[in-house]
């Protein structure tokens, strides 16, 4: 045996010299792989097996045989081992070619400077999206990191950063203890958050700002999911990606999820939503179409209330409506779908508030508030009060008692600051617009949208949007019942402020002519605001004074209705916090002890008691303690630490009582739709640096083009392969010509 | 019919063999007994020699009387002697001559019955031709026959051969030497066998009989797979007589076997031809009578 190691390695020195060199410096993407290597034990069997399968002859001719032994005996077994040879070496390159070798590192052919490397891991909840490998893109990104400074050089130095909600610097100060990095890198966990790209490029500038640091090379380990990397190519992060890119040595992105697409689709639950005291809105989407169905589960506390099966044959956006039994207590709501590849946003919380009478305020003239009242009044067991009064009446209130869960502003002509400051106090505003307004009396920049004039007087369509706001959603089974499809005459056009600040709006029904909003609704934090803009002719209401359109509509009383519905369902519910969100509440007294606060795994929060004063626009309404006349946290509050998972959070006072909190991840963060190509060419071309692409040889490769490392291995694939080729062409032409026997042991 | 005489006196292959015999390829003496070949002693045949004078003591009835009429001479007339022509056959009946076929229940013919019938068919026609002939066996088990003529020679042949069974470790060369005191009388030696030997040795057993005024008829009898080594696959070769076994893949050596094979029989040739003797190879299953009338006829004429 080892005459014949020796003489394989006299007769191929290139090939065992690449296969040593292979063996030490790379490593395999499938490594189970080189199990097929042991295919390489089958020739040798069978060639051992032959040797014993002989026959036995009694032969006179002795000395002829004799003289041909001694003539050949070298040769033949030479060119028997070489065949020998090129089998196995043929069957353990193909298993080599097939195990996706990729170069741990490139020869060090010249000394490379120690350089700063700065790693950048997304940690957002979309990393925990697991492929079809069973492995989560978190671990994949972890192991991508790990190579990669594995690969590094002595006197390399590292920086950790984790892109989250709040993006986070693990280790500060470049590290040159290698070991000390992987170990930190081995110990990250993914959180339940999203992640944002400008949050993250604004502590890497700040990171990089300090004069110490060199010229970093940066790599991202990322999912390069849309929501997150899209901002770099065409939107508010493209000047400080291009700032990142000048001011490194390298920017990488590494995508570690193409390679392992998902094993599921992904399906999510938008939202909860208590679109009144005895029904709840859940808005799901689901990325395929499924022929049976999803099984929705919905607990009402720890009891099961309903299951409905639902995306039956559809996929997309879906909203399901479920009814609460009675209640007289808080509640804790709980919608489950069943798991897939992203288990985190398939379970989302609401906590409910007992049921109450919500307090609506109609201001505006008598003649032009009487309609709201009288829709609003319809109905036996309708959940609100309506009250009606002046806008001077309501401005000399005193304070305390400007209270209410909608204010209806009827046809107003303007809105004096005064009034604005009430609107930031209330949890919802409607604005029925009339003849009466005025531009210039809508100026101000709490008020979301800007009249710009009347429309002129015409017949105008009503394009209800095809029913998809939950306000109209409820006209959609009577299209020609004329309800949306009575024509209107006159409207105001209006336009969104940009200066308004965050929020989210939505059309309801727009004009068909030049897509006018006629029902336009926001949403910021808990507040929600929506503005009519329909105007009735000036001789539809004979001697009295024209106000809105609607009042002439069969649609009145039920839209009006389904619009305070939706309005009013914040009042339905707990503020609902989101993961990394800080939970705060108010103190009952001021004298009183910080609640504890207990996260769904059962861990403290620290506690601590301030002072302070938000708004409900702007920050999240108190937890735990009685909504209805707490909306405005003012005086001493008390907050928490940041949400760290999502869940029910329990909140107990020392006083004896409770408030269960609900925290929900970010489900914008559960669409895991990659960039597009258009934007994946911005990060190709970074890659294509001679920089970048000198260094990351050995990252895990994750699409065909889309990493440097991919080239490498492909070029040792494509070697391996055509080795594996030159073998079976030797082996061929040995036995075919050399030993001119036909091969039979193979 | 003695159980031989069928098997070894083929009808159509001495039909080939008429009017073909053994001849020397010198005038010899045949001692005294009178046969159809040229002696040279002066006998009392029909064919005139010459004439010498007379001395005393010469038979008187040879004196020619003319020549005494015309010279008053005496002279003698010398007539031509004829004597008879001695064929030693001998056959190979080592272990390597039992060897048919690699096939052992083929039934073919080995080379021993081959070579028993190539001796009794010369054999045949040397009896035929008033000769006499004798059989010797080198190696293996049977008997001999002491040179003698006629009928009962043949039948004591054919008894011969049929009695005798091949088998035993012999070396050709060293068996013929041997045997080559004991042909005490210049015949024709016929040698019939594989000739599986060392090449000197034969070489000089074939000196050696010719040294002692014999001439030679060479055999070689192969059986037609150790002309062509036809096995494949990985085999073991056991030596017919005794030689140390052999494990080889048959396809790596076939053509270095045929190479060494043509090399052996062409150095045998030459040694035959060197030494003034004939060779023919025979393969087993070959027309035997036909190979053996072409060959006598090319060697001693019609």
């Known amino acids: ?170 280790i500060e100060r470049p590290s040159i203890d290698i070991q000390a990095v992987r170990e930190v890198i081995a110990q990250l966990e993914p959180s339940y958050t999203g992640a944002s790209l400008n949050d993250t490029l604004s502590l890497l500038h700040g990171l990089l700002e300090q004069a110490t640091l060199d010229e970093p090379e940066v790599v991202f380990f990322t999912d390069m999911q849309r929501r997150l990397w899209q901002p770099a190519c065409e939107g508010t992060a493209t000047a400080a990606w291009q700032r990142l890119i000048q001011r490194c040595r390298a920017v990488q992105v590494v995508d570690v999820a193409t390679r ?315 503020s609902e916090y989101l993961v990394g969100d800080r939970i705060v509440g108010q103190m009952k007294d001021e004298s009183g002890e910080p609640p504890e606060v207990r996260t769904p795994s059962g861990t403290l929060m620290d506690v601590t008691i301030q002072r302070n004063r938000q708004t409900p626009g702007q920050s999240q309404t108190p937890a735990g303690v009685d909504s209805a006349d707490d909306v405005t946290m003012s005086g001493r509050i008390w907050a928490a630490g940041l949400a760290p998972e999502p869940g029910i959070y329990q909140v107990q006072f020392t006083d004896g009582r409770k408030g269960p909190v609900a925290v929900n991840v970010d489900a914008s963060e559960g669409d895991l739709q990659t960039v597009d190509d258009d934007c994946l060419k911005v990060f190709n071309a970074v890659r294509d640096s001679p920089e970048a692409s000198s260094r990351f040889t050995g990252v895990e490769a994750t699409a065909p083009g889309r990493l440097p490392e991919s080239d490498s291995m492909g070029a040792l694939f494509r070697w391996l392969l055509a080795g594996a080729i030159a073998m079976l062409v030797i082996e061929s032409l040995i036995s075919r010509f050399a030993l001119r026997w036909q091969v039979a042991t193979f | 019919m003695l159980p031989g005489w069928k098997k070894y006196f083929d009808p159509k292959i001495l039909a080939d063999l008429s009017g073909l015999g053994l001849r020397r390829s010198q005038i010899f003496d045949g001692g005294p007994l009178a046969g159809a070949h040229h002696s040279p002693r002066h006998g009392h045949s029909v064919e005139f020699a010459d004439h010498r004078p007379y001395v005393p003591g ?77 059989l010797r066996l080198l190696g293996g088990t049977g008997y001999d026959l002491p040179i003698a003529g006629g009928a009962p020679q043949l039948e004591a042949l054919a008894e011969a051969l049929s009695r005798s069974r091949p088998g035993g470790d012999t070396r050709i060369g060293a068996a013929v030497r041997q045997v080559l005191p004991q042909l005490d009388r210049p015949g024709v030696v016929v040698l019939v066998s594989d000739l599986l030997d060392e090449p000197e040795s034969i070489d000089t057993a074939v000196a050696q009989l010719r040294a002692a005024g014999h001439d030679l008829l060479v055999l070689q009898v192969l059986a037609p797979e150790e002309r062509g080594l036809t096995l494949a696959g990985t085999t073991r070769f056991e030596g017919a007589e005794g030689e140390p076994a052999i494990e080889l893949q048959v396809e790596a050596f076939a053509q270095a076997y045929q190479q060494a094979l043509y090399a052996f029989t062409d150095q045998l040739v030459q040694c035959c031809q060197r030494h003034g003797s004939h060779f023919l190879g025979l393969t087993v299953g070959e027309p035997l009578g036909k190979r053996l009338a072409a060959a006598l006829h090319q060697y001693y004429g019609g």
Not at chain 1, 133 to 159: K, M, V
């Open chain 1, 1 to 170: 045996m080892e005459g014949n190691l020796l003489l394989i390695s006299a007769f191929c020195p290139a090939t065992i010299s690449s296969l040593v060199f292979l063996w030490g410096v790379a490593s395999f993407l499938s490594g189970s792989m080189l199990l097929w290597g042991m295919v390489a034990a089958v020739p040798i069997v069978i060639h051992l097996l032959n040797r014993r399968r002989r026959r036995t002859v009694t032969w006179p001719a002795m000395q002829f045989l004799l003289v041909a032994l001694q003539q050949r005996t070298r040769s033949v077994q030479i060119w028997q081992l070489l065949l020998l040879l090129a089998r196995v070496l043929a069957v353990l390159l193909i298993a080599a070619a097939l195990a996706h070798p990729v170069l741990q590192q490139p020869p060090p052919l010249v000394t490379v400077d120690p350089r700063l490397h700065l790693l950048v891991i997304d940690s957002s909840f979309s990393m925990r999206a697991s492929g079809a490998s069973g492995r989560s893109r978190f671990t994949a990104a972890l192991e991508a990191a790990d190579r990669y400074c594995r690969q590094a050089n002595s006197g390399d130095r590292f920086l950790l950063v984790t892109m989250q909600r709040n993006p986070q610097v693990l």
């Open chain 1, 260 to 574: 392992d697409p998902l094993s599921q689709p992904n399906d999510r639950i938008l939202s909860i939503q208590a679109v009144s005291q005895e029904r709840v809105a859940i808005e799901m989407e689901f990325a395929t179409v499924s022929p049976e169905g999803k099984k929705l589960e919905v607990r009402l506390d720890d009891s099961v209330i309903e299951t409905p099966v639902v995306a039956r044959g559809t996929s997309g956006r879906v909203v399901v409506d479920v009814s609460l039994p009675p209640r007289r207590d808080i509640a804790t709501i709980t919608a489950t779908l069943p798991k897939d590849s992203l288990g985190v946003d398939n379970q989302r919380y609401l906590v409910v508030r007992p049921p109450i009478s919500s307090q609506i305020v109609c201001l505006g003239a008598g003649t032009n508030t009487r309609f709201v009242v009288a829709s609003l009044q319809v109905g036996a067991d309708r959940p609100w009060e309506v009250r009606t009064m002046t806008t001077q009446q309501w401005l000399n209130l005193p304070e305390q008692q400007q209270q209410a869960d909608l204010l209806v502003l009827c046809d107003v002509s303007d809105c004096p600051p005064a009034l604005v400051q009430t609107f930031a106090r209330l949890p919802a505003v409607l604005w029925w617009l009339g003849p009466a307004a005025r531009p210039t009396g809508f100026a101000d920049q709490a008020i979301p949208f800007r009249l710009e004039a009347i429309q002129d007087p015409g017949l105008y369509a009503i394009d209800p949007l095809g029913y998809q706001h939950p306000t109209v959603s409820s006209f959609q089974p009577f299209p020609e019942s004329g309800l949306l499809s009575t024509p209107i005459f006159r409207y105001w056009r209006i336009s969104p402020k940009s200066d308004w600040g965050e929020g989210t709006t939505a059309l309801a029904l727009q004009s068909d002519s030049g897509n006018h909003p006629l029902l336009r609704l926001w949403q910021r934090g808990s507040q929600r605001l929506a503005v009519v803009t329909t105007i009735p002719m000036a001789a539809a209401t004979g001697d009295e004074p024209a106000w809105n359109a609607m009042v002439a509509w069969p649609s009145l009383v039920p839209l009006s209705q389904e619009l305070a519905t939706w309005l009013l369902a914040s009042s339905h519910a707990e």
């Open chain 2, 58 to 134: 010469d038979d008187v009835r040879s004196v020619d009387w003319k020549i005494f009429a015309r010279t008053d001479r005496y002279f003698l007339r010398n007539r031509e002697d004829e004597t008879t022509l001695i064929c030693y056959l001998l056959v190979d009946a080592s272990g390597s001559m039992d060897f048919a076929a690699i096939d052992a229940a083929s039934g073919a013919t080995t080379k021993f019955d081959y070579a028993c019938q190539a001796a009794a068919a010369l054999g045949f026609i040397t009896l035929d031709n008033q000769d006499r002939c004798s």
